[in-house]
């Protein structure tokens, strides 16, 4: 069972059995284990969160308002602690050495470009050592992730000492002062004494402060002992788990690894190189349990090269209702810069289960999550088709010709391309209107303050209202929802094409009691901003 699944399940049974009597807890319990058993969780890791579980629970005679959200979530949160964090943090001012090893098609090379982007986006200076002179093609393919994440590298095609590399690069980088030498290391198939030996005298030459062992999340719970063999051998100092994007095995393996011990310090979700983010245990659980991760936007936010006094200008506008074309273009940019668009709706909280509802009845994977996405393409190109007096436009156009201009440079239909002037022209009306009435951060602000007391009781910090259960006004809101929808074209669709219900509705709006930082227009501001903009392209294509 891949994770997105996992956390439906878990959702759904804390939903179902909302009792307080024993029987309703062990169910709620015992289904949850089954989800866990089919996302590959051991039986052992299992039976330790059941117990727990239903001693908090039942076994509680101390506590006479048990809240079985909390504990499942607190249990949850405890399964996938290694309970040490990663010791390693990069220090300023000196060359700091991470040499990266695992095995092979583990997605060691993948993830070097996605630490030395992540590391380089926030300032340091990286450069890459391909010490894997095993594979045919490694340099190369280290060569060519360097070149897409602006980092320079080291490495040759004559010598085959992986030993001699290794020295040579980091002396190479060391000379230039770089901050982060990253060392890529060769891997095999399986473990053995040739690849233990070969990372030894590596490590012996480049003295590394950090060792990274690169495991992919696919191999389950077989991820415990592959942890634990590299950890005795190379004394590894944190992990990165890959392809926690729909892996089978992703439950197994973050929990085998906790179980084991070591520290995870990053999980890498995707292809693309922002598909990797740090790991903590309540993010991560927050997230699977489509609560948002609220720290994780933070960091991302604060790494993007966001112009921020032009965010919070254009943020300010728009929430008085006084905004262009322009000020509409600077908000996507700055979502655009924080990462994978989709990975990035998944981190506000009370968004998730509102991305996975279904968009077109007749074909699954297009979800409000997909089609936002492709949506929030064709408006970045249709913005930026637009000249300059066009984006800074107080009046609306629709001028055919401009419009076809438009179409003709962007690539999208002239229809759409029209829709989108109408949305916006709509949009600002409606703004302007509530401008008069305090703005959109007025209305924010009366939406969610109800959320603030609601929301999942006894939520760790930071984690969002659980969608669905906040204390919202729901008729105030619908009344809000409403007003906010006229005129603009494409409300997401819940099953069978049919518009959300109360429920839906009140999942897609609860922003929870989680503060945005600087910039991002705090009480709602990006996250509402987002679910608004998604409609402006239209709907279900
Ligand atoms: N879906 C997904 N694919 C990934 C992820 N990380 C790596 N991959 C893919 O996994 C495959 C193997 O990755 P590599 O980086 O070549 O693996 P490697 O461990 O360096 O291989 P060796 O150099 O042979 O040891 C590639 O197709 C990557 O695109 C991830 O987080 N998600």
């Given at each position: 069972?891949?994770?997105?699944?996992?956390?439906?399940?878990?959702?759904?049974?804390?939903?179902?059995?909302?009792?307080?009597?024993?029987?309703?807890?062990?169910?709620?319990?015992?289904?949850?284990?089954?989800?866990?058993?089919?996302?590959?969780?051991?039986?052992?890791?299992?039976?330790?969160?059941?117990?727990?579980?239903?001693?908090?629970?039942?076994?509680?005679?101390?506590?006479?308002?048990?809240?079985?959200?909390?504990?499942?979530?607190?249990?949850?949160?405890?399964?996938?602690?290694?309970?040490?964090?990663?010791?390693?943090?990069?220090?300023?001012?000196?060359?700091?050495?991470?040499?990266?090893?695992?095995?092979?098609?583990?997605?060691?090379?993948?993830?070097?470009?996605?630490?030395?982007?992540?590391?380089?986006?926030?300032?340091?200076?990286?450069?890459?050592?391909?010490?894997?002179?095993?594979?045919?093609?490694?340099?190369?393919?280290?060569?060519?992730?360097?070149?897409?994440?602006?980092?320079?590298?080291?490495?040759?095609?004559?010598?085959?000492?992986?030993?001699?590399?290794?020295?040579?690069?980091?002396?190479?980088?060391?000379?230039?002062?770089?901050?982060?030498?990253?060392?890529?290391?060769?891997?095999?198939?399986?473990?053995?004494?040739?690849?233990?030996?070969?990372?030894?005298?590596?490590?012996?030459?480049?003295?590394?402060?950090?060792?990274?062992?690169?495991?992919?999340?696919?191999?389950?719970?077989?991820?415990?002992?592959?942890?634990?063999?590299?950890?005795?051998?190379?004394?590894?100092?944190?992990?990165?788990?890959?392809?926690?994007?729909?892996?089978?095995?992703?439950?197994?393996?973050?929990?085998?690894?906790?179980?084991?011990?070591?520290?995870?310090?990053?999980?890498?979700?995707?292809?693309?190189?922002?598909?990797?983010?740090?790991?903590?245990?309540?993010?991560?659980?927050?997230?699977?349990?489509?609560?948002?991760?609220?720290?994780?936007?933070?960091?991302?936010?604060?790494?993007?090269?966001?112009?921020?006094?032009?965010?919070?200008?254009?943020?300010?506008?728009?929430?008085?209702?006084?905004?262009?074309l322009r000020?509409?273009k600077?908000?996507?940019?700055?979502?655009?810069?924080?990462?994978?668009?989709?990975?990035?709706?998944?981190?506000?909280?009370?968004?998730?289960?509102?991305?996975?509802?279904?968009?077109?009845?007749?074909?699954?994977?297009?979800?409000?999550?997909?089609?936002?996405?492709?949506?929030?393409?064709?408006?970045?190109?249709v913005l930026k088709s637009m000249s300059k007096p066009e984006l800074?436009s107080?009046?609306?156009?629709?001028?055919?010709?401009r419009?076809?201009?438009i179409?003709?440079g962007s690539?999208?239909?002239?229809?759409?391309?029209?829709?989108?002037?109408?949305?916006?022209?709509?949009?600002?009306?409606?703004?302007?209107?509530?401008?008069?009435?305090?703005?959109?951060?007025?209305?924010?602000?009366?939406?969610?303050?109800?959320?603030?007391?609601?929301?999942?009781?006894?939520?760790?910090?930071?984690?969002?209202?659980?969608?669905?259960?906040?204390?919202?006004?729901?008729?105030?809101?619908?009344?809000?929802?409403?007003?906010?929808?006229?005129?603009?074209?494409?409300?997401?669709?819940?099953?069978?094409?049919?518009?959300?219900?109360?429920?839906?509705?009140?999942?897609?709006?609860?922003?929870?009691?989680?503060?945005?930082?600087?910039?991002?227009?705090?009480?709602?501001?990006?996250?509402?901003?987002?679910?608004?903009?998604?409609?402006?392209?239209?709907?279900?294509?």
């Amino acid at each position: 069972m891949v994770l997105t699944e996992l956390g439906t399940k878990i959702i759904e049974s804390l939903k179902k059995n909302q009792g307080a009597k024993p029987e309703h807890y062990i169910e709620t319990t015992t289904q949850i284990c089954k989800a866990l058993e089919e996302a590959n969780v051991s039986t052992d890791i299992i039976k330790i969160f059941k117990r727990n579980v239903l001693k908090k629970s039942i076994g509680s005679k101390k506590d006479t308002k048990i809240n079985m959200q909390k504990i499942v979530v607190n249990e949850l949160i405890e399964m996938l602690d290694p309970k040490t964090k990663p010791a390693f943090h990069p220090i300023r001012g000196r060359s700091n050495i991470i040499m990266f090893v695992g095995l092979q098609g583990a997605g060691k090379t993948t993830t070097i470009g996605k630490y030395a982007n992540y590391y380089r986006k926030r300032g340091w200076t990286v450069g890459l050592v391909c010490a894997d002179t095993f594979r045919a093609g490694a340099f190369d393919q280290l060569k060519q992730n360097a070149v897409k994440v602006h980092v320079p590298f080291y490495g040759s095609y004559e010598e085959k000492d992986p030993v001699k590399v290794a020295s040579n690069g980091v002396s190479h980088f060391k000379s230039k002062a770089f901050e982060i030498i990253i060392v890529d290391t060769s891997g095999r198939h399986r473990q053995e004494k040739a690849l233990f030996d070969e990372m030894a005298n590596i490590r012996k030459v480049v003295k590394p402060h950090e060792i990274v062992f690169t495991l992919d999340a696919t191999i389950g719970q077989a991820a415990f002992d592959q942890a634990k063999a590299f950890q005795q051998e190379v004394d590894i100092g944190s992990c990165v788990i890959t392809k926690m994007d729909g892996a089978q095995g992703g439950g197994g393996a973050l929990s085998a690894v906790a179980a084991s011990g070591s520290p995870i310090s990053f999980i890498g979700d995707g292809e693309k190189f922002d598909d990797f983010k740090k790991f903590s245990a309540e993010g991560f659980v927050s997230q699977l349990l489509g609560m948002g991760d609220i720290h994780g936007l933070i960091e991302r936010f604060e790494a993007s090269a966001i112009d921020e006094k032009q965010l919070i200008k254009s943020t300010t506008k728009m929430m008085e209702g006084d905004f262009t074309l322009r000020d509409l273009k600077t908000q996507l940019e700055a979502l655009s810069g924080m990462g994978s668009f989709s990975k990035i709706l998944e981190m506000i909280p009370g968004m998730q289960e509102m991305l996975n509802i279904r968009a077109n009845p007749d074909d699954p994977t297009q979800t409000v999550s997909s089609q936002m996405t492709y949506k929030f393409a064709q408006m970045d190109r249709v913005l930026k088709s637009m000249s300059k007096p066009e984006l800074d436009s107080k009046t609306v156009f629709t001028e055919e010709s401009r419009i076809k201009r438009i179409a003709h440079g962007s690539g999208i239909k002239q229809e759409d391309v029209t829709q989108f002037m109408h949305s916006f022209k709509a949009m600002m009306a409606m703004f302007k209107k509530m401008g008069k009435n305090g703005g959109l951060m007025q209305m924010m602000k009366q939406m969610t303050s109800g959320a603030a007391g609601g929301g999942m009781p006894g939520m760790p910090k930071g984690m969002g209202g659980m969608p669905g259960m906040g204390g919202m006004d729901p008729a105030a809101m619908m009344a809000q929802m409403q007003q906010m929808m006229g005129g603009m074209g494409g409300m997401p669709r819940g099953k069978g094409g049919k518009m959300p219900n109360m429920a839906q509705m009140q999942q897609m709006l609860a922003s929870g009691q989680a503060k945005m930082p600087k910039g991002m227009g705090g009480g709602g501001g990006l996250g509402g901003m987002m679910k608004m903009l998604g409609s402006m392209m239209g709907g279900g294509k």
